[in-house]
């Protein structure tokens, strides 16, 4: 039988999606586009209410500075853009997450965890392929890719639950995404760490 393939904003017709498809070119102009920091919230839900039950690593670090972290992780092609989208929107996403935790708490950290766990996942795969190397190694050599993957996911996800922003464009919705991958960045959940 053969798997559907459909592009991520197709997902409104009955039929079931087995591979998700996205133009990397498509996402690569919308780096460079400005968020509107109102449809962060909804995106947050909608991201969260897509979430299978699963066990994370409960781990707490102390964060590094936003450049330690991106000297630490060799990230070049998305170092500008985590600056301008934490920078910017990163109030909005710390009330869109304080919203999360009103409701009932710790939906924050099931948000955060679920990043990471997705985040480790795919680094996983990488050290599988990559065995002669080191954790931070590959790291290094996959920085921009693994931010890259983790947008790719996040937007996938959202997919399966967008009943809460079918109303947004999908440029919208996608510069979200953006920016909570690069919070997810600067709160550790995603590449690694320099202090531990």
Same mark, same amino acid.
């Given at each position: 039988?053969?798997?559907?393939?459909?592009?991520?904003?197709?997902?409104?017709?009955?039929?079931?999606?087995?591979? *998700?498809?996205?133009?990397?070119?498509?996402?690569?102009?919308?780096?460079?586009?400005?968020?509107?920091?109102?449809? *962060?919230?909804?995106?947050?839900?909608?991201?969260?209410n897509?979430?299978?039950?699963?066990?994370?690593?409960?781990?707490?670090?102390?964060?590094?500075?936003?450049?330690?972290?991106?000297?630490?992780?060799?990230?070049?092609?998305?170092?500008?853009i985590?600056?301008?989208?934490?920078?910017?929107y990163?109030?909005?996403?710390?009330?869109?997450?304080?919203?999360?935790?009103?409701?009932?708490?710790?939906?924050?950290?099931?948000?955060?965890?679920?990043?990471?766990y997705q985040?480790?996942?795919?680094?996983?795969?990488?050290?599988?392929?990559?065995q002669?190397?080191?954790k931070?190694?590959?790291?290094?050599?996959?920085?921009?890719?693994?931010?890259?993957?983790m947008?790719?996911?996040?937007?996938?996800?959202?997919?399966?639950?967008?009943?809460?922003?079918?109303?947004?464009?999908?440029?919208?919705?996608?510069?979200?995404?953006?920016?909570?991958?690069?919070?997810?960045?600067?709160?550790?959940?995603?590449?690694?760490?320099?202090?531990?």
């Amino acid at each position: 039988m053969a798997k559907n393939k459909q592009t991520v904003f197709g997902w409104d017709n009955e039929q079931n999606i087995t591979n *998700i498809v996205v133009d990397e070119k498509f996402m690569q102009s919308l780096l460079l586009l400005q968020n509107n920091p109102s449809n *962060i919230s909804q995106v947050v839900l909608a991201l969260y209410n897509s979430i299978n039950e699963a066990n994370y690593d409960n781990s707490i670090n102390i964060p590094p500075t936003v450049d330690e972290k991106i000297l630490h992780n060799n990230v070049v092609q998305f170092r500008e853009i985590i600056y301008s989208h934490y920078g910017e929107y990163a109030s909005f996403l710390d009330d869109a997450y304080n919203a999360l935790d009103s409701d009932t708490p710790g939906r924050k950290k099931r948000f955060l965890d679920f990043i990471k766990y997705q985040y480790q996942l795919q680094l996983g795969n990488l050290q599988r392929e990559k065995q002669d190397k080191t954790k931070i190694e590959i790291v290094r050599e996959n920085a921009d890719s693994l931010i890259f993957h983790m947008i790719n996911l996040l937007i996938a996800q959202i997919a399966i639950n967008n009943h809460l922003t079918s109303h947004l464009s999908k440029e919208d919705l996608q510069l979200s995404v953006v920016t909570i991958v690069c919070h997810a960045f600067v709160e550790c959940k995603i590449l690694e760490n320099p202090n531990i």
